[in-house]
């Protein structure tokens, strides 16, 4: 029979006293392992101390609402075999499972005679506000993965935390099975994501365009009915030869053709020059997700490209783009630009300017909708388009009229090929 | 007013800690402009550890040479030698040299701007250098630290910091030292070993102050038998006629006659000179405050090495260094070392790494401490060294060592194997039972290791 003593754990961040609640056991009661003992409370919040061992309570060490300090004896236990009287470890931060070690690790079948070591070896429970045992390289692993080794078991030598048990727990931290264990878990970690390299800079494209330009949004419904038959039917007669069309070919068709007459939306405003730049080329900048962000290549002379010749340019930069292959001068250059988020196109956006274009056009969802057409109730197949533009340089009158030039060409789509 | 200058990291101060986190920033990537109103290298290699190592190792050198002029029991027979300070001096500047030119060619290699100039800090992301306006993501601040100055003591003529120390055109007759911490004792020493009539005055009881008394005993010895008069809890009052007043323990005034006065009274960080005042930055004492990842009070504002405060040594400013260059690469990243050596150069040497027993004792460790002499160490004897030991502080219950200490000739590069056994988290056993080539001075670690288990060999 040993005595296991629990000292009052630092259960705040560098407090040096805790308020003693209540206790939920008394002299000579039984208790198990995991049994709550005790309340505690510091100025934030009301803490169990469980008990980390079977045995029977020999005294407490403190009345309730009796402020004790952090190390002091908060209760002795008498247990089987040795105890910790000696050298009594904290029952650390609640996080950290006071469970010995060796239980989780099956004893090799060796016939290594080594007795004066494993004695020696026991694992020595860390104090509260101690710095976890482990090598340069271990630390450096840890806050890369962004770990508090401080959570971390060490398995080596006076309670050194290895490679291999930081391993463990980056790996039974990523496994669903501990997370289900118990969904309801008030979760309190947090992760610093540095926004750094690809993220930093679409942080910055689009902090600057939201606070430049002046933007507004325009939404417009468009009857895509007929312009889906087409592409249905285009797809059904070359889709094996010339390959498939998505929506996307035909819209910048009509953002192509509406720009003739339309010339102050396919320019660049130089806020700084003051000089408003209008083109007569129309480089469409197809917004496309990547797995480091946002990325706009550049379906370039959109207004020269057929609608086969735009649609394979759009793949083949959509994939350059994903693969991180796409070239600097196929990233920059646009005049214009077309976001799509295709099925998640949802009923409204509000796109951001890709700066210093003074317009960007937004696909939303295609769904079949009851419309009211001469009097009757039709299916139809409806799309919104939602479109920003700068009105700075862009009045909403010929925003307006842009967009409905465009709703017109998509609706009647034999316009979008007549000269 | 010339184009503005953009970049990423903005370095003030070329030292052991502005340049090596330039060379990690232009290791990873980031756009780096580091600021120099002097020398590259700073402090530590114009005018302090490797200047001081240089002259250092002449009066060794030196001093060895007088010995067998003076029948050595080893045999050798010389001339009484004579010293040609220049050209010591000379010798010692080469190297300087040789390394700043060298820490020039690093930076380059790193596509590191290096710009000549004194910075005037304008706001936290804004520096001017003369005409020359730079604007910066992160600012790094590495001013390092200077020569605290005794307002009865003003440098000039006879009276010198350790940087006119460094670069004497003579050795004076008598010289004397005020401050008997390391920077004071180690040149002190090697004057001595130059020729001259050396004194240290003290304030407090004992030389060394911030090392324990067991520790700094065989230096003790050693400066009584090099003929250094110490003057302990001796106070100056002021200088005059080539007489330094000094008041002893008793209230009563002496007056010292000597021809040089060395002020060695510590150093204090650089805050001065460069608008810093401009930040407004939280300060912790002298030092600007600084957190675990070496951030001040400003967001993207770091500062490292002495301008941070103690320890002020170079190894640490240049491990903060590389931390915050990696930090500023978007790494997650702490200052948090088991341990910071520092070693006194002076003869013979003392290294400290880790807690001292004392201070394992205050932050209530039960430890043993066990030492092991150089006595009984081979290698020691046959380099005419028996003086001094390797100490070990170990926590009880599971053996882990929490400190390092020595004293002894060449101990300094024992600090390597003290720190790496520190970093790794070494028990007791796993110094012991590491194989210690012999014959070395190396092999008192493991003895030292193997006594606070009960069995060293050799003793």
Not at chain 2, 375 to 396: C, D, H, I, P
Request: net charge negative; proline share 5%.
């Amino acid at each position: 029979m040993g005595t296991h003593v629990i000292k009052m754990p630092d259960i705040g961040e560098g407090i040096a006293e805790v308020e003693l609640s209540q206790w939920h056991v008394k002299v000579g009661d039984l208790v198990v392992e995991d049994q709550v003992l005790a309340d505690v409370m510091t100025d934030k919040a009301m803490v169990d101390i469980p008990s980390p061992v079977h045995g029977k309570v020999i005294s407490l060490g403190g009345e309730p609402g009796e402020v004790m300090a952090v190390g002091s004896i908060l209760i002795s236990i008498e247990v089987e075999g040795a105890g910790n009287a000696r050298e009594a470890p904290a029952v650390a931060a609640p996080v950290e499972k006071a469970a010995p070690l060796v239980e989780s690790k099956p004893e090799p079948v060796q016939s290594k005679p080594a007795p004066v070591a494993a004695k020696v070896q026991a694992p020595v429970a860390r104090e509260a506000n101690e710095r976890p045992l482990a090598s340069p390289a271990v630390r450096k692993h840890a806050l890369d993965a962004g770990i508090p080794l401080r959570l971390v078991q060490g398995s080596g030598p006076a309670g050194r935390i290895l490679h291999e048990d930081l391993e463990a727990y980056l790996q039974q931290g990523a496994s669903p099975a501990s997370a289900a264990a118990n969904p309801y878990t008030e979760r309190n970690d947090e992760h610093q994501i540095p926004v750094i390299g690809m993220r930093r800079k679409i942080a910055q494209r689009m902090q600057d365009a939201t606070r430049r330009a002046a933007h507004f949004s325009y939404v417009e419904e468009i009857d895509v009915t007929a312009l889906d038959e087409l592409r249905v039917h285009l797809n059904d007669k070359h889709g094996a030869t010339r390959g498939k069309l998505t929506l996307l070919p035909f819209i910048v068709r009509a953002m192509v053709v509406a720009l003739r007459d339309f010339p102050q939306i396919n320019a660049r405003y130089d806020d700084e020059a003051q000089v408003i730049t209008r083109f007569g080329a129309v480089h469409v900048g197809v917004a496309t997700q990547s797995d480091v962000g946002l990325m706009v290549p550049v379906v370039r002379h959109a207004e020269a490209r057929s609608l086969w010749g735009t649609a394979e340019e759009i793949t083949r930069l959509a994939n350059a783009a994903r693969n991180g292959k796409a070239s600097r001068e196929e990233l920059s250059g646009s005049t214009i630009t077309l976001t799509s988020l295709g099925a998640l196109g949802g009923i409204v956006s509000t796109p951001v300017l890709n700066l210093p274009e003074v317009a960007i056009v937004g696909v939303n969802r295609i769904v079949e909708r009851p419309m009211v057409i001469k009097g009757q109730i039709v299916v139809r197949k409806m799309m919104n388009l939602s479109s920003s533009f700068d009105h700075r340089v862009v009045d909403g009158m010929d925003a307006a009229q842009f967009i409905q030039a465009v709703r017109g060409l998509l609706e009647q789509p034999a316009s979008l090929f007549l000269e | 007013m010339t184009q503005t200058l953009h970049t990423t990291l903005l370095i003030i101060g070329g030292g052991p800690g502005g340049y090596v986190a330039a060379i990690r920033a232009g290791q990873l990537g980031i756009p780096t402009i580091l600021v120099e109103g002097q020398a590259l290298g700073g402090t530590c290699l114009n005018i302090g550890c490797i200047p001081s190592k240089a002259l250092i190792h002449v009066a060794e050198q030196f001093q060895q040479t007088v010995h067998h002029s003076q029948g050595s029991p080893l045999g050798i027979e010389v001339d009484v030698p004579t010293l040609d300070i220049r050209k010591s001096v000379e010798w010692k500047d080469g190297i300087v040299d040789r390394l700043t030119t060298g820490v020039a060619a690093l930076l380059k290699k790193h596509k590191v701007q290096v710009i000549h100039g004194w910075a005037k800090v304008v706001d936290g992301k804004t520096v001017d250098v003369g005409e020359q306006r730079i604007q910066c993501e992160h600012l790094l601040l590495a001013t390092g630290s200077k020569s605290v100055e005794l307002p009865m003591l003003p440098l000039g003529g006879p009276v010198i910091s350790s940087t006119e120390a460094l670069a004497p055109s003579h050795v004076p007759k008598r010289l004397i030292v005020v401050g008997g911490g390391y920077i004071g004792l180690e040149l002190g020493i090697a004057y001595r070993k130059l020729g001259a009539d050396v004194s240290v005055v003290e304030a407090q009881e004992r030389i060394l102050p911030a090392y324990d008394a067991e520790l700094t005993q065989p230096v003790n010895e050693s400066i009584k038998q090099l003929g250094i008069k110490l003057y302990l809890k001796h106070s100056v009052s002021g200088f005059a006629d080539n007489c330094l007043q000094v008041r002893d323990p008793n209230g009563d005034t002496l007056s010292l006659e000597t021809d040089q006065v060395l002020v060695a009274v510590g150093r204090k960080p650089n805050t001065q000179g460069f608008n810093l005042e401009a930040l407004n930055l939280d300060m912790n004492g002298a030092a600007i405050k600084i957190d675990s990842r070496c951030q001040t009070s400003m967001r993207n504002v770091y500062a490292i090495g002495d301008l941070s405060g103690e320890p002020m040594l170079a190894h640490r400013a240049m491990a903060q260094g590389e931390m915050v260059a990696e930090l500023i690469s978007g790494k997650a990243r702490e200052f948090n070392p088991a341990a910071i050596p520092a070693v006194c150069f002076t003869d013979p040497e003392l290294v400290v790494v880790g807690k001292s027993p004392d201070e394992a004792k205050a932050a209530g460790l039960d430890c043993i401490v066990s030492s092991f002499p150089f006595a009984a160490n081979g290698r020691a004897m046959t380099l005419e060294s028996k003086t001094g030991f390797v100490r070990v502080v170990a926590r009880r219950d599971n053996h882990l060592i929490v400190g390092w200490q020595a004293v002894g000739a060449g101990v300094s590069e024992l600090s390597t194997a003290f720190g790496l056994s520190l970093e790794m988290g070494a028990r007791l056993e796993d110094v012991a039972g590491t194989i210690h080539a012999h014959p070395t001075l190396g092999e008192a670690v493991q003895e030292a290791a193997l006594r606070a288990l009960g069995h060293a060999l050799h003793l």
